[in-house]
């Protein structure tokens, strides 16, 4: 019955037309895989064993002889089996009468998931025993002659998306992962996402794909960097965590404009949904301004969306780095939801509630609320309780509920603080409604941001949780933040500055002059895309002057140029002005398809951790192959049983 309800949906979504659908289709794929840019279909069967794939049979092929490859993914009563391929699913009549018998037993007795090639004729369904809800539904094929390709043991799990499975066994056994129809799906429109942005770059705005290398020196500043040992002592490669230095180089080459599908590399250990390797669309031109990449970015986007999505609308809506903190408390804010932050401050001015005259004493002090919707039906007492131990426990701060249209205060110290007046100039700043909450804090403006912020993302889950749709899955909200500012602080030592973005951002044209005074005032040529709540991309304006350059890394970053100095004798020889920016196709891909993670829209990605957990990567080495590379393995205390392990493993002679 499981399998009938599974199958059920499956054909119903194989016999969805191309257009707005809820889940992908396989019968979508061939359809759009045909509308290639010479409207050419694409050729499925040359050069294979097969005359036809799975899906592609119709009433039209009545008759015909066909030979078919596939696995075996449904038997009844030893009587039909339905046959598949990634194109689809197609019926196989089973043959009953004596002189087919070796037929019947190879088809009856090969266990599902076995590869088989069966041969035959395209014949109706008897009338009353078609399936609509299937794209072959009209027709079965009426085996002649069928071969085992190869026989399939015990799986670890049903090959079926509503079989539950770890991700961990999901990842240890990933290419029966990959048979899933979900897996499936997500692979080849990323796919076809690629082709799509390669036909808009390259053919229709001539840019040049490029590859960079892979095996390159450390780069000052920005993530931790994998290190590739070499035969030389003491000397190290390094995988690039990006290519930036490479491209800005193809601009002084004179490339003009360059991109590449490219894999960066970062060693930056367990981050949830962060990979140690993953694939950026790269991208540099040449005279160009940020206008002009913001536009190229917008219509990459609506070039290559899906068909079965609604069309983007652009230009996308912008705001600045300062905007998006003081109003959303991030600089990759949510747009599809409100709950904005407000500021309160000029409300309290005049307050006798202590900790807000203390906060508003005190530079860069400010009172913050955010007002959550029908907060007093949907969040519960200890919701209240765990928030405010958030606040405390990750901030050190106070947040207070209060109610300005609702007798019930949940015991808030400031509610009976708060005058008349104020109360009703609340609810008209804030537009409160009845059942409303507003969440009040108040501290540095940085600070109490960042907190509501994390707050409002906290508040839309139990929202969610108790039934409110708040954040609509099927909406893609994009938006450009700008203006982000050149500097912040280190955190280990905020005397000192590092890059918000990275070295090479150009500062902004009207704060150079804040360079050589107030460098932590300075704004960048930086902006990121955000797309609901996630950042996608990011890019910037780079700085094409090579003196400019080495003030920025020698003196205010206090990075050692002499890292740098292939890139600034570069820059001296007649660098033009140049840009661009970098669209992290793993996390793009995750939104579209609405993956729970970017492992599902990855081939072969890593645990959360960074382990390969099919092959056991990384491994160890033994000291013998090591040797080549004059490294040594200098082993904790608590790890001399696997180094015995690990030399008993690679010397049977011990």
């Not at 969805?16 to 061939?30: D, E, M, V």
């Not at 391929?85 to 087919?100: F, R, T």
């Not at 609308?313 to 109003?327: G, H, I, N, R």
């Not at 540095?444 to 039934?467: P, Q, T, V, Y």
Request: charged letters at 25%; a neutral charge.
């Amino acid at each position: 019955m499981y399998f009938l309800s599974w199958l059920s949906q499956l054909c119903r979504g194989l016999s969805r037309p191309i257009g707005r659908t809820a889940q992908p289709t396989w019968g979508s794929f061939s359809r759009s895989l045909a509308l290639s840019s010479q409207r050419r279909i694409p050729e499925f069967n040359s050069f294979v064993a097969r005359t036809n794939t799975c899906g592609e049979l119709r009433s039209s092929h009545l008759g015909q002889e066909v030979t078919l490859c596939g696995w075996i993914q449904y038997r009844r009563q030893n009587i039909f089996l339905v046959l598949r391929d990634c194109h689809g699913l197609v019926q196989v009549v089973i043959p009953q009468d004596e002189s087919a018998a070796s037929v019947k037993k190879i088809l009856c007795e090969a266990p599902l998931e076995s590869v088989v090639q069966v041969s035959g004729t395209v014949i109706s369904r008897p009338p009353g025993q078609e399936n609509p809800k299937m794209p072959t539904g009209e027709i079965e094929i009426k085996v002649k002659t069928a071969e085992l390709l190869n026989s399939c043991k015990k799986l670890p799990f049903e090959i079926k998306d509503f079989v539950k499975k770890t991700e961990a066994l999901r990842l240890q056994y990933r290419y029966l992962d990959l048979r899933s129809f979900q897996m499936q799906y997500n692979l080849r429109l990323r796919s076809q996402v690629v082709m799509k942005m390669r036909e808009y770059l390259c053919n229709l705005h001539g840019f040049v794909d490029i590859e960079t290398p892979t095996l390159f020196k450390r780069t000052p500043g920005g993530a931790k960097e994998f290190l590739v040992p070499s035969r030389e002592p003491g000397k190290f490669y390094s995988l690039p965590q990006s290519p930036q230095q490479f491209k800005q180089l193809l601009m002084v080459g004179g490339l003009d404009r360059y991109f590449q599908v490219a894999r960066c590399y970062r060693d930056e250990g367990s981050r949830p949904d962060r990979q140690p390797e993953f694939t950026q669309i790269d991208i540099e031109m040449s005279f160009v301004d940020q206008t002009g990449i913001q536009s190229l970015i917008e219509g990459l986007l609506q070039y290559s969306w899906p068909s079965d999505k609604d069309p983007l609308v652009v230009p996308f809506p912008s705001m600045t780095f300062a905007e998006a903190l003081a109003t959303y408390g991030t600089d990759k804010p949510d747009t599809r939801f409100g709950m904005k932050i407000v500021d309160i401050s000029n409300v309290f001015r005049h307050t006798e509630v202590r900790f807000l005259q203390d906060a508003l004493s005190k530079p860069q002090g400010a009172v913050k609320a955010m007002c959550v919707r029908e907060g007093a039906n949907y969040l519960k007492k200890k919701d209240i309780e765990s928030i405010r131990k958030f606040a405390a426990d990750h901030f050190n701060e106070e947040v207070l509920p209060v109610f300005l249209k609702n007798k019930e205060n949940w015991n808030s110290p400031v509610a009976k603080f708060i005058l008349e007046k104020q109360r009703l100039e609340l609810i008209r700043l804030m537009e409160i409604q009845e059942d409303d909450v507003v969440l009040l804090t108040a501290g540095e403006h940085k600070k109490a941001c960042s907190l509501l912020g994390k707050l409002r993302l906290a508040c839309a889950d139990i929202l969610e949780m108790n039934g409110m749709v708040l954040r609509d899955p099927a909406l893609f909200s994009f938006l450009w933040v700008v203006d982000f500012p050149l500097f912040l602080p280190k955190e280990e030592n905020p005397m000192e500055l590092e890059s918000a973005h990275h070295p090479f951002t150009a500062p902004h044209p009207g704060d150079i002059h804040l360079l050589y005074t107030e460098p932590e005032k300075v704004r960048s040529q930086h902006y990121d895309l955000v797309l609901n709540g996630s950042e996608i991309g990011g890019g910037s304006i780079r700085i094409h002057d090579a003196e400019l350059q080495h003030y920025i890394l020698g003196t205010l970053l206090k990075e050692d140029v002499k890292l740098l100095s292939h890139l600034l004798q570069a820059l001296d020889y007649g660098a033009p002005p140049h840009g661009g920016i970098a669209l992290g196709l793993d996390r793009l891909m995750c939104l579209i398809t609405g993956a729970a993670s970017i492992r599902d829209v990855i081939a072969f990605p890593k645990s959360f951790r960074g382990h390969d957990l099919m092959s056991n990567a990384p491994d160890s080495v033994s000291p013998q192959e090591l040797k080549p590379y004059h490294i040594q393995v200098s082993w904790p205390a608590d790890s001399e049983a696997e180094r015995s392990s690990l030399n008993h493993s690679h010397h049977p002679e011990s």
